[in-house]
Every structure is written in structure tokens, then in C-alpha cells.
């Protein structure tokens, strides 16, 4: 390595509440989603009510189940290098290099339905998952600590050309919760970008098809508020998938580093939080008549229709801005020669694909009554993300295009809400 490449600039803006913010963080956010799932048990789900622990704390620890999720991990991490799908080029890097990505996500997800299926048939004991979620859980929590040590670790010994801006600060808490290294990788596995959909996305989903058949094995019957919100879910997992590329222009992948903020909430957060609906209506055995789940069904056809729309536009525009197709979007050009959309679904407000996963959010929780709030902790927490998210993003730009930002801004008013925020 030359002293150039040594001398790497630290970066001295700092999110989060610096290191002590992120300090609280890699302790609070674990804490948060053992809290949220354990007061929702058999019979009382409860936020408000401080979960009660009985017996030793070796009921989260269990071998069986810390093989079924490395075993899971590495399942998944085999489908990811599989010589299937097509190879695209990502965002140029620092050094110019544009690093190479096989998308073949949505293979994954039919294969692994595929050999559920078959585990179905053969009457495999699925609903272990459900009985050891806890156990499963606490294997996430320290794979995903163990993963970032790693990472943090590697990124020491990277090349200053590969590190992350927001990750590398010079503080080691700071840079481990931030993520030092800005695109990890293991031979042929893109580290962050394998994380990003496939073990907690997919993980997600099956989560809920094995609550779902817990349900049909103690019942008898596909609930139906259970079996909607599941097969909403699963199309917005399968949608990601099928969009695989337009993850590599996100946030996540072309600035933001890989640590213990994306390691824990593509592996932990996601799949056991996110799930928490239809385990709710699993555990509580809550359902709606049909007279109710319909509007609460077109509720989210509309979400999804402003998240698929508006992505594909934007996504679209940024493949070939100079295609005739998008002629008609008005655009204000910046130093760098990337267009500003100010027009379509992108003139009504800054971000409306957040509008539509916030809208799809609630329709999830919707099925699950108002006689507790706990199912709503996923869209509360998810607004409150999504500003988050919308605002370090905004920022960015600011930076990055100066006084054309300003006149976008001027221009498209709206942050996420049209009119109303």
C-alpha cells in the first residue's frame, strides 16, 4: 500500500449523536427488538406491558437452532454465487473501478420456495422455526456482532480507495457502527449487497409462510387477515428481488459503509421485526371479515402501485435519461451532468416511494384491529426511519449539487407527503 493510499482523509461530519449516539445504538437496537417480540406472546401481545422472563436466560440459546440459521446464511450465500442471471456493473467507485454483481435473486427466492415446498410435502417439521424463533433470534443478534467484528477488522487492512466516507471518521465505534469499508467481499460475494436481500429478505418472508402454516396446523384453516398480510409481504419481498439492480444505485450500497448498522438490520432487524404482524395475528388468533380486509387490500394495491411506479420511473431515467420515452420529464441538469427529475410521480414530492411503503406499511398492521398498538411499532418505527432516511439523503445532494439542489427544492416542495410534509 503507498503512503497515499495510508494517508486516507478522515471524514469529520458525524450522525447518529457521534460515537456516543452510536454507542447507545449497537445496545439499544438489540434491546428494542428483543423487547417488541417478547411482549408479544401466546394469548397477550402488549407493548405496554414490561415482558416478564421465566427461567434461565439458555431458553434464547439453543444449538439446533444456531445451525438452522448458519446453515440458512451459507444456503443463501450458495444461491447468491450460483452462475445464474445476468452480470451488471455498479456505481463507479472512487478510483473509477465499477465492481461487477450477479443478480439472481429472484432465482434464489424460487428455489428456496421450491425446497419448502418439498419440505412441506415430505411433512418436514417446519413449525420448529416458530417454536425456536427466540433462539434464532439471540443466533441473529451475535451473528450479525460477530460479522461486524469481522468486517471492522477487514476494512483495517483495505486500501484507502475502498473505505466508506460516513465510516471513516478515525473513531472506532463510530466507524464500527457506520461500517469502515465501503463494499466488502469474499471471492466472488459482494458482502453488503448479499445482505442486503437475501438471508433477512428472504428470511422475512418464510418467517411468515411458517407462521402461516402453524396457523393451518392448529386451526385447520389459512386465517384470512394472516394469509393476507403474509402474501402482501411476500410480493413486496419478491418485488425487491425482481428489482434486484435498483438496489445498486440506493444509499446503502454506493455510500454507506458495511458495519453493525446494515450487518444488524439486514440480518436481525428485518427478518424478526418485520414479521411481527403476522406473528401478532398468529399468537393473538385475531381476525376480519372479508367486508374489511377488502378496502385494507385495495389500501395497500395503492401503496404499491406509487412504490412500484415511482421506483420504475426513476430507475428507468437514470438507465437512459436520453431515451425519447423520457422526454416528456422536466429535468434541472447540475455540474455533474446527472438530471434532477422535477416532473411525474418525482414533481409531487421528493421521495414517493417512501409515500408508498409508508402506505403499504400501514395496510399490514391495518388486519390486525386497534385493541393494541404493538402491531403498529413497524409503521411508526418505518416513518421515522424513512425522514431519517429522506433527510441524510437530502443532505448529500445539498452537497454534492450545490445551488441546483436549492432550485430543486424551491421546486418540488413536498419531502415525502404531498402537502402535507
Not at 411503503?357 to 418505527?381: E, K, Q
Request: glycine share 6%; with cysteine; hydrophobic share 45%.
Amino acid at each position: 500500500m503507498s503512503d497515499k493510499e495510508k494517508e486516507s482523509p478522515k471524514t469529520k461530519t458525524k450522525e447518529f449523536g457521534g460515537p456516543i449516539g452510536t454507542l447507545l445504538l449497537i445496545f439499544l437496537l438489540p434491546l428494542t427488538l428483543y423487547y417488541v417480540n417478547l411482549a408479544c406472546r401466546k394469548g397477550k401481545c402488549n407493548i405496554l406491558e414490561v415482558p416478564k422472563l421465566t427461567g434461565s436466560l439458555l431458553q434464547f440459546v439453543d444449538m439446533e437452532a444456531t445451525f438452522i440459521y448458519l446453515g440458512w446464511f451459507l444456503f443463501q450465500a450458495v444461491l447468491a454465487v450460483v452462475p445464474v442471471g445476468k452480470v451488471v456493473e455498479g456505481q463507479p467507485l472512487k478510483n473509477g473501478q465499477r465492481l461487477k454483481y450477479r443478480l439472481n435473486g429472484f432465482h434464489a427466492l424460487l428455489f428456496t420456495l421450491l425446497c419448502l415446498g418439498l419440505a412441506v410435502y415430505f411433512k418436514v417439521p417446519l413449525t420448529v422455526i416458530h417454536t425456536k424463533f427466540f433462539k434464532l433470534l439471540t443466533t441473529a443478534v451475535v451473528f450479525s456482532f460477530t460479522l461486524s467484528i469481522f468486517l471492522y477488522i477487514k476494512s483495517r487492512f483495505t486500501p484507502s480507495s475502498m473505505l466508506a466516507e460516513p465510516g471513516n471518521t478515525g473513531n472506532i465505534i463510530y466507524d464500527f457502527f457506520m461500517g469502515h469499508e465501503l463494499n466488502p467481499r469474499m471471492g466472488p460475494l459482494d458482502l453488503k449487497f448479499f445482505c442486503e436481500l437475501r438471508p433477512g429478505l428472504i428470511g422475512w418472508a418464510i418467517l411468515n409462510i411458517v407462521f402461516l402454516l402453524k396457523a393451518y396446523q392448529e386451526t385447520g384453516v389459512f386465517p384470512p387477515a394472516l394469509t393476507m398480510v403474509v402474501f402482501f409481504q411476500f410480493v413486496y419481498v419478491a418485488d425487491a428481488l425482481v428489482y434486484e439492480d435498483a438496489i445498486l444505485t440506493t444509499m446503502d450500497i454506493i455510500h454507506d459503509g458495511f458495519g453493525f448498522m446494515l450487518a444488524f438490520g439486514d440480518l436481525a432487524w428485518v427478518p424478526f421485526l418485520y414479521c411481527l404482524q403476522p406473528r401478532y395475528l398468529l399468537e393473538t388468533r385475531y381476525d376480519l371479515p372479508w367486508y374489511c380486509l377488502a378496502p385494507i387490500a385495495v389500501l395497500n394495491i395503492i401503496g404499491y402501485c406509487i412504490f412500484r411506479m415511482s421506483n420504475l420511473q426513476k430507475n428507468e431515467f437514470r438507465k437512459d435519461p436520453s431515451n425519447p420515452a423520457h422526454a416528456h420529464l422536466e429535468t434541472i441538469p447540475t455540474p455533474s451532468g446527472k438530471r434532477l427529475l422535477v416532473s411525474g410521480w418525482w414533481g409531487l414530492c421528493r421521495k414517493p416511494n417512501y409515500l408508498g411503503d409508508i402506505i403499504m406499511a400501514v395496510s399490514w398492521s391495518l388486519p390486525c384491529g386497534f385493541n393494541h398498538i404493538l402491531p403498529y411499532f413497524y409503521p411508526i418505527y418505518f416513518f421515522i426511519l424513512l425522514v431519517h432516511r429522506e433527510r441524510r439523503d437530502a443532505e448529500l445532494c445539498r452537497r454534492k449539487y450545490g445551488a441546483c439542489w436549492d432550485r430543486y427544492c424551491e421546486r418540488v416542495q413536498y419531502r415525502i407527503i404531498p402537502y402535507v410534509y
